[in-house]
């Protein structure tokens, strides 16, 4: 059974930095891996994503601020967030697509808060 456990979140001020990692248990490989973030009121929104046939993408809101990486021997996916604003203040997700057929997981999700 496939897992997702995110880790990192916290509460920062405004301009700080925070490191969220997503571990994926199992021994499937994911060919697609993102994070996702949804504030109170607010839709789910993409942030960005990884995979090796399209590289990564990212949200307009985030780009330059955030970077997404993955560790395959970890299977685990990576956002550092940097420059921080009180607008970024979500719970953020990660999920990831893998195994034959093809399926979509997704983590329980973790707060991150920024202060202003």
């Known amino acids: 059974q496939v897992q997702l456990v995110e880790s990192g979140g916290g509460l920062v001020q405004a301009g700080g930095s925070l490191r969220l990692s997503c571990t994926a248990s199992?021994?499937?490989?994911?060919?697609?891996m993102g994070w996702h973030r949804q504030a109170p009121g607010k839709e789910r929104e993409l942030v960005a994503t990884?995979?090796?046939?399209?590289?990564?993408t990212s949200a307009d809101s985030v780009k330059g601020r955030f970077t997404i990486s993955r560790d395959d021997a970890k299977n685990t996916v990576y956002l550092q967030m940097n420059s921080l604003k009180p607008e970024d203040t979500a719970v953020y997700v990660c999920?990831?697509?893998?195994?034959?057929?093809?399926?979509?997981?997704w983590g329980q999700g973790t707060q991150v808060t920024v202060s202003s």
């Open positions: 199992g021994s499937i490989f994911f060919g697609a």
């Open positions: 999920n990831a697509k893998g195994g034959l057929p093809v399926r979509e997981y």
């Open positions: 990884i995979s090796r046939s399209r590289g990564t």
